[in-house]
Protein backbone atom coordinates (compact mmCIF):
# COMPACT_ATOMS: atom_id res chain seq x y z
CA UNK A 1 0.00 0.00 0.00
CA UNK A 2 0.79 3.54 -0.39
CA UNK A 3 0.86 6.77 1.09
CA UNK A 4 0.23 5.08 4.94
CA UNK A 5 0.69 7.97 7.20
CA UNK A 6 3.76 7.61 9.39
CA UNK A 7 1.62 8.06 12.46
CA UNK A 8 -1.68 8.44 13.39
CA UNK A 9 -4.22 9.35 16.06
CA UNK A 10 -7.18 7.95 17.35
CA UNK A 11 -10.05 9.54 18.59
CA UNK A 12 -11.55 8.29 21.69
CA UNK A 13 -14.31 11.09 22.84
CA UNK A 14 -14.97 13.64 25.07
CA UNK A 15 -16.43 11.02 28.23
CA UNK A 16 -13.23 9.18 28.96
CA UNK A 17 -13.07 10.30 32.54
CA UNK A 18 -14.74 7.25 34.40
CA UNK A 19 -13.32 4.91 31.96
CA UNK A 20 -10.61 2.62 33.59
CA UNK A 21 -9.08 0.65 30.33
CA UNK A 22 -8.85 1.23 26.52
CA UNK A 23 -11.13 -2.06 25.64
CA UNK A 24 -14.16 -0.33 27.69
CA UNK A 25 -14.17 2.44 24.70
CA UNK A 26 -16.45 2.64 21.91
CA UNK A 27 -16.66 4.60 18.67
CA UNK A 28 -13.36 4.82 18.38
CA UNK A 29 -12.14 6.43 15.23
CA UNK A 30 -8.72 7.70 13.63
CA UNK A 31 -7.47 10.70 11.30
CA UNK A 32 -3.73 11.24 10.10
CA UNK A 33 -3.99 14.60 12.36
CA UNK A 34 -4.49 15.57 15.88
CA UNK A 35 -7.66 16.91 16.36
CA UNK A 36 -8.96 16.88 19.89
CA UNK A 37 -6.72 17.61 23.02
CA UNK A 38 -7.13 13.69 24.16
CA UNK A 39 -6.10 11.83 21.10
CA UNK A 40 -3.57 9.25 21.63
CA UNK A 41 -0.89 9.12 19.24
CA UNK A 42 0.40 5.62 17.36
CA UNK A 43 3.42 5.80 15.14
CA UNK A 44 4.62 3.23 12.91
CA UNK A 45 8.26 1.73 12.87
CA UNK A 46 9.90 4.48 14.47
CA UNK A 47 13.22 2.69 13.20
CA UNK A 48 13.63 0.77 10.41
CA UNK A 49 15.53 -2.61 12.28
CA UNK A 50 15.74 -4.38 9.32
CA UNK A 51 19.73 -3.79 8.33
CA UNK A 52 20.67 -3.21 11.70
CA UNK A 53 23.96 -5.78 12.58
CA UNK A 54 25.23 -3.69 15.40
CA UNK A 55 24.07 -2.49 18.96
CA UNK A 56 26.26 0.19 21.00
CA UNK A 57 25.34 1.30 24.50
CA UNK A 58 27.29 4.16 25.32
CA UNK A 59 27.34 5.54 28.95
CA UNK A 60 29.18 8.23 31.10
CA UNK A 61 32.55 6.21 30.00
CA UNK A 62 31.99 5.65 25.82
CA UNK A 63 31.13 2.82 24.68
CA UNK A 64 30.01 0.13 27.25
CA UNK A 65 28.58 -2.56 25.39
CA UNK A 66 29.14 -3.84 21.26
CA UNK A 67 27.66 -6.41 19.29
CA UNK A 68 28.21 -6.76 15.90
CA UNK A 69 27.87 -9.67 13.82
CA UNK A 70 26.54 -9.28 10.33
CA UNK A 71 24.07 -12.23 11.07
CA UNK A 72 22.46 -10.40 14.26
CA UNK A 73 18.47 -9.80 14.17
CA UNK A 74 17.76 -6.53 16.46
CA UNK A 75 14.75 -6.04 17.58
CA UNK A 76 13.50 -3.43 20.66
CA UNK A 77 10.63 -3.68 22.95
CA UNK A 78 9.42 -0.88 25.51
CA UNK A 79 7.77 -2.53 28.59
CA UNK A 80 7.08 -1.97 31.90
CA UNK A 81 5.01 1.35 30.71
CA UNK A 82 7.70 2.39 28.61
CA UNK A 83 9.77 2.70 31.76
CA UNK A 84 11.87 -0.02 29.85
CA UNK A 85 13.94 -0.89 26.76
CA UNK A 86 15.14 -4.15 25.93
CA UNK A 87 17.12 -4.91 23.26
CA UNK A 88 17.14 -8.49 21.34
CA UNK A 89 20.08 -9.42 19.64
CA UNK A 90 19.78 -12.85 18.23
CA UNK A 91 19.92 -14.46 15.46
CA UNK A 92 16.17 -15.50 14.97
CA UNK A 93 12.87 -13.63 15.70
CA UNK A 94 11.81 -13.30 19.38
CA UNK A 95 8.09 -13.99 19.09
CA UNK A 96 6.03 -11.64 21.35
CA UNK A 97 5.02 -13.85 24.48
CA UNK A 98 8.78 -14.60 24.91
CA UNK A 99 9.82 -10.75 24.61
CA UNK A 100 7.21 -10.32 27.10
CA UNK A 101 8.48 -13.29 29.36
CA UNK A 102 11.95 -12.03 29.25
Known amino acids: MKNEPEKIYL????????????????????CSERINENDIEYQKN????NKCTRVEVIDENGRSYVSWNKKNIIEISMQDDNRTLKIFITKNRVD???RENI
Open 11 to 30: QIGDDTEEIDTFNELDGITW
Open 96 to 98: EKT
Open 46 to 49: LYDL
